[in-house]
């Protein structure tokens, strides 16, 4: 069993900043991809950046040069520093592993419970 848990979601004006984070626990060996997505009403789960566990990353082209992501891979947690922020950021963002060993097995495919960011004036 794979659990994530992020943090760091909250209101922020247009233009402001926030860093959400997420810990993955559960007796893990290693991990793959981490991931952030995001998850707007009415909309479907978008990509917003994943990272390799060797620090390659990739990001959607509407947060690209705005948005960061970076991991610790000692400590199993991933973070996404938002900068620039714009009211069509509003969303729920989830963390995501896409694969993990643990002490019990892999795990595929693994989310967190999501937090939300509102930009808004």
């Known amino acids: 069993q794979v659990q994530l848990v992020e943090s760091g979601g909250g209101l922020v004006q247009p233009g402001g900043s926030l860093r959400l984070s997420c810990a993955a626990s559960?007796?893990?060996?290693?991990?793959?991809?981490m991931g952030w997505y995001r998850q707007a009403p009415g909309k479907q789960r978008e990509l917003v950046a994943t990272?390799?566990?060797?620090?390659?990353?990739n990001y959607a082209e509407p947060v690209k040069g705005r948005f960061t992501i970076s991991r610790d891979n000692a400590k199993n947690t991933v973070n996404l520093q938002m900068n620039s922020l714009k009211p069509e950021d509003t969303s729920v963002y989830y963390c995501?592993?896409?694969?993990?060993?643990?002490?019990?097995?892999?795990?595929?495919?693994?989310w967190g419970q999501g937090t939300q960011v509102t930009v808004s004036s």
């Open positions: 990272i390799t566990i060797g620090g390659s990353t």
């Open positions: 995501n592993v896409d694969r993990a060993r643990t002490i019990s097995g892999w795990h595929f495919n693994s």
């Open positions: 559960g007796r893990i060996f290693s991990i793959g991809v």
